[in-house]
């Protein structure tokens, strides 16, 4: 009887030697199937990409989850001195922005339009903002705080590393910006605004037919906050343009 028993033992622990090298196999894969999972979640879903920003902070997430969060000013230093921004909050039509371009060439000058990169963000699929700019058009829902600012860095931070970025350039930002949280944000992102200028009569007058009273209030808002650091000139006519 103890025979038999005993004779027994060997092939189990046999068996159980030939065992661990699989259990030790299952449990690699397992964490390996683990961590895919949990990284392919961390990455965006372009299916259910977050459209609706309560505040900025939120958007400064959004962007830090998808990799594209901007961690310092671009133009500063001695690229401050390069490039420089002159800013249009509000113009009815580009007679003010044409008086502008003439006043600081020859240096070259490069106008942005936050209307133009958004039309072309959107319809670039390749662009960083694309998905979450048709799906708000598509939703019909406003843009999120900082949006705007973020496409115009991503402007100027390509044009800087064209040819044409090699020569000094004076940016002229058109219709931007129309609050004070996105001048905030431009200067913190950015750079400095070197002028913010505007016609009086488009101010008192077109203004308020062109947006709503709260918009109006925005765009005021904005003037009044370069004013008070010596930046902000309302001009009569055209002829009163300086820089």
Do not use: C, H, W
């Amino acid at each position: 009887m103890f025979g038999r028993s005993y004779s027994s033992i060997p092939p189990l622990r046999a068996n159980k030697k030939k065992s661990e090298p699989r259990i030790r196999y299952l449990f690699y894969m397992f964490v390996l199937a683990s961590l895919t999972v949990y990284f392919g979640a961390k990455r965006v879903d372009r299916k259910k990409i977050k459209t609706s920003f309560g505040s900025e902070k939120e958007l400064d997430e959004y962007e830090q989850t998808t990799g594209i969060k901007r961690r310092t000013s671009l133009v500063s230093g001695n690229l401050a001195g390069k490039y420089k921004f002159y800013s249009v909050p509000y113009v009815e039509d580009n007679a003010l922005v044409v008086k502008l371009q003439q006043a600081l060439e020859p240096t070259k000058v490069k106008i942005i339009d936050p209307e133009v990169l958004i039309q072309q963000e959107t319809e670039d699929n390749t662009r960083r903002y694309s998905f979450l700019l048709q799906d708000l058009k598509s939703k019909n829902k406003p843009l999120p705080s900082g949006l705007i600012t973020a496409l115009i860095r991503n402007e100027v931070s390509f044009y800087m590393n064209t040819s044409q970025g090699i020569y000094d350039t004076n940016f002229i930002l058109k219709n931007y910006p129309r609050n004070t949280n996105e001048a905030s944000k431009f200067e913190t992102d950015v750079g400095y605004i070197e002028k913010v200028l505007v016609l009086k009569n488009e101010v008192l007058e077109s203004l308020p037919k062109a947006v709503s009273d709260r918009d109006a209030r925005s765009v005021n808002d904005v003037i009044s906050y370069f004013e008070t650091v010596g930046k902000a000139d309302v001009v009569e006519s055209l002829d009163d343009v300086k820089v």
